[in-house]
């Protein structure tokens, strides 16, 4: 225990679909990156909180509304409880924290330890049992509360397992910020004591995404935890846990090359790298393409980038593969929805968080024109959640739905939404489609991962130009890219006709054509999204990049 070096901070972690302590990318990335680790053997212990309730779990009306329950889970049936328990204070009264571990054992055995916080206590007020209960749920009280248990709780909860040799904090994503306040009252008050031990990732694009609180709320809440010059730190307004990760940060970084230079132009006076995203190999590529890489690419688990030599994968059997996966998939649909898919059309998957810049019904915009180059030529497979706050993106949920319906009815295109968006779904989705569309606003998609998982799986991404397709895309040679290059650096208004207009552009005159008429061409294609994308774009070549560049303190210069 005592040669652990880092602790990774993360508001979610998603490990598997039986722990839903995630709402998306950013809990699929941080749980992707722990296995790497693992795998690697990386000294590294995790931070979390516990859920009892998870996210929640979707179901749609028949009139595509979205209606939310609480997940059930039994903490109990993965992790073991721990002995210490730790005490805050909170509004100026103790509340209690305790810890439950899971082991995320790497290929070799090593194991990283996933501590998740419970403030779910006999000791603590009904309100105060209440702060893990729920991700991203409650008003801006509740999540400054949620904050301070992971940051300022999390930090003195390794302190009581006996982490004392940690020489890096990894907040990822701002959320974690206020453990800098804990290690301030420890290491007298040296804001550059702290600096030389923490590390910062940010993922969010637009200002409004950065997590900001009142500096009345602030002093209610944490009280005697607040430093005395928190606004040199942390704004002078209001408190803004970017800016405060960035202030108490040696070393920050965007999630891709162009999510770095955006996050430069936001926060100008910080030094931010870019480490591109990844995703876990041996998590996201499917049982058929587990078994086709195990035959042509023996050690690709432990080192993925040995996929890129998936280009000596024989046609046919990348097709076969492929075809397996797309039965589940189909078969799926037809259960969940009774729609029947036929396994010979082009079917182009679709599913994130439906939040409003994604656009998920963009490519609704000209259904007339949808339906001439589609009828009979290609179907589609949607899902997502919905914040259940975010008004707009129901809206948008309700929108595919009926338009689906509509469509239906019509006998015009086939089109579907399944319900409740999770890993399970996730993975079945990105291995049975053929082709996977992602369309948001530029350049507000920090990096996306699920095409990612696609390119495991020998599915091609055909994508706006946004986070991490920049570096991905290879037109026409590991999938297509939508719209205009992503020359920009502020938020911009994107014309969704334009984008709409070059998505049927290239439905028609480049995927329809080689879907059907030129085989060879499209087995290429499926062949080199593994070999130049999967190769990539995996979590254990971004872990490395972690360790060298983010985790690795610089020497201190003598003078
Ligand atoms: C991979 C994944 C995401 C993130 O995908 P994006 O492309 O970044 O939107 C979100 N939710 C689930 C359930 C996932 O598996």
Redesign the pocket.
Known sequence: MSKIETAYFSMEI?LRNDIPT????????AGDTLKSFADLAAPVVAVTLIYNNGYFVQNISKDGVQEESLADWDPARTMKLLGPKVELCIENHSVWVRAWQYDQKGLTGHIVPVIFLDTNLVENYPEDRAITQQLYSGDNSMRIHQEVVLGIGGAKMLEALGYRDLKTYHMNEGHAAFLTFELLARLDWKDEAVRRRCVFTTHTPVPAGHDEFDYELVQRVLGVYTPWHVRDIAGRDRLNMTVLALNMSRYANGVAQKHGEVSRRMFPDFDIDAIT?G?HSAT?TAPAFQALYDKYIPGWRADPEKLAAADKIPDAEIVSAHNVEKAKLLAYIQEKTGEVFAPEILTVGF???AATY?RGDLLFTDLERLVNICRGKAQFVFA??AHPRDIPGKEVIRRIVNIAKKLRLENKLKVVFLEN???A???LL?AGADAWL?NPVRPR?????????AAHNAVPNFSVLD?WWIEGCVEGVTGWSIGPPATENDLIENSNDADARDLYEKLEKALIPAYYNDRPRWAYIMKNAVAKNASVFNTHRMCKEYLRKSYTPKPVAVA
Do not use: I, P, Q
Request: net charge positive; charged share 20%.
């Open positions: 998603a995630f709402s998306g990318g950013l809990g699929v990335l995203n995703v996201w599913a994130r968080r994604k997502g959640k968006y999770d890993m779904l996730g993975a990105t992602n998609e920090a990096s996306g991962t699920s095409g990612m998982k986070g």
